[in-house]
């Protein structure tokens, strides 16, 4: 049964960098067939997916994010991680990790997620 | 991008009622969808993919239909669990969006 789970900072200042870590139990980033993604929702809001990245390294992101966010894997650890910044008080919002499943070459859903975790850019 | 367009945008029906949620995509996105199942305080939860197939452990009263641009979730006979928030996704091509959500209430 694979886990995630979401750690990093509650709090960030504006213009610095949110950085967050997705933990994965049960299963392994550095095998194929699955993509590990980011996904916000602000508070009250619907859900914008940020971007994901394969075991290969391969990253895709939301080109309204792209300029200012980078996924990547920690293969020692079974983690990947997020670092999105110069935020603001728009990047206030719960942040999931999640597992997207594939069957062959095609992506399915996001069939695992983490609890998410609330990030608040403030001073 | 595609925009996905959910109706309707909240609903509240009886225990025993038939659910119907459309989705409807601003282009053609084949069979590409998702539908997820989001209660307070949780992370969403797969409940079928490729517009019809039901994730494991999904209970069968829920069911998928469409392609194209125009997409069911169909909730067979409401039980007091179903409550929450259901989220459209399409998965065709990047970036992936998801549709604006609809709360259903049990009455």
């Known amino acids: 049964q694979v886990q995630l789970q979401e750690s990093g900072p509650g709090l960030v200042k504006p213009s610095q960098t949110l950085s967050l870590t997705c933990t994965v139990s049960g299963g392994s980033v550095n095998s194929g067939g699955y993509y590990w993604s980011w996904i916000r929702q602000h508070p009250g809001k619907g859900l914008e997916w940020i971007g994901y990245i394969y075991y290969s390294g391969d990253t895709w992101y939301n080109p309204s994010l792209k300029s200012r966010v980078a996924i990547s894997t920690d293969t020692s650890k079974n983690q990947f991680s997020l670092r999105l910044n110069s935020v603001t008080a728009a990047d206030t919002a719960v942040y999931y990790c999640?597992?997207?499943?594939?069957?062959?070459?095609?992506?399915?859903?996001?069939?695992?997620w983490g609890q998410g975790t609330m990030v608040t850019v403030s001073s | 991008d595609i925009q996905m367009t959910q109706s309707p945008s909240s609903l509240s029906a009886s225990v025993g009622d038939r659910v119907t949620i459309t989705c409807r995509a601003s282009q053609s996105i084949s069979r590409y969808l998702n539908w997820y199942q989001q209660k307070p305080g949780e992370a969403p939860k797969l409940l079928i993919y490729g517009a019809s197939t039901l994730q494991t452990g999904v209970p069968l009263g829920f069911s998928g239909s469409g392609s194209g641009t125009d997409f069911t979730l169909t909730i067979t006979s409401l039980q007091p669990e179903d409550f929450g928030t259901y989220w459209c996704q399409q998965s065709y091509s990047v970036p992936w969006t998801f549709g604006q959500g609809t709360t259903v209430e049990i009455k």
């Open positions: 999640a597992r997207v499943s594939t069957t062959g070459t095609t992506l399915n859903g996001f069939d695992v």
